[in-house]
């Protein structure tokens, strides 16, 4: 049974950091394309904010870009989301989804998908 488990978020200052984490069991992440993406309250899922393939290939949003990076840790079956200079408009529940197709991460069609953590920045 594949499971994907989010961990790291919390609430914080704007301006603040933080690294979220999903730990995977069932899959070997480096097979798969792993993404994170998020829902803010009372709107829809936003597009992927950052993805990474198995080969390297790292994407992330343009509303993250230069402040959000993605890593992951093949030995420990673990992919992070690093989340620096956080702004307000950041808040919400990050998941972290996992498919074998770059495509399907990208477009929200993975098929594996975590609980998700809520990330609240705020003063």
């Known amino acids: 049974q594949v499971q994907l488990v989010e961990s790291g978020g919390s609430l914080v200052q704007p301006g603040g950091s933080l690294r979220l984490s999903c730990q995977a069991s069932?899959?070997?992440?480096?097979?798969?394309?792993i993404g994170w993406f998020r829902q803010a309250p009372g709107k829809g899922r936003e597009e992927v904010v950052c993805a990474s393939r198995s080969d390297g290939e790292i994407y992330c949003g343009d509303s993250v870009k230069g402040r959000f990076t993605i890593s992951r840790d093949d030995v420990k079956n673990t992919v992070y989301l690093e989340m620096n200079s956080l702004l307000p408009e950041d808040t919400a529940v990050y998941y972290c989804?996992?498919?074998?197709?770059?495509?399907?991460?990208?477009?929200?069609?993975?098929?594996?998908w975590g609980q998700g953590t809520q990330v609240t920045v705020s003063s």
């Open positions: 989804v996992a498919d074998d197709t770059w495509a399907a991460v990208r477009t929200l069609r993975a098929e594996y």
């Open positions: 069932g899959l070997a992440i480096d097979r798969y394309t």
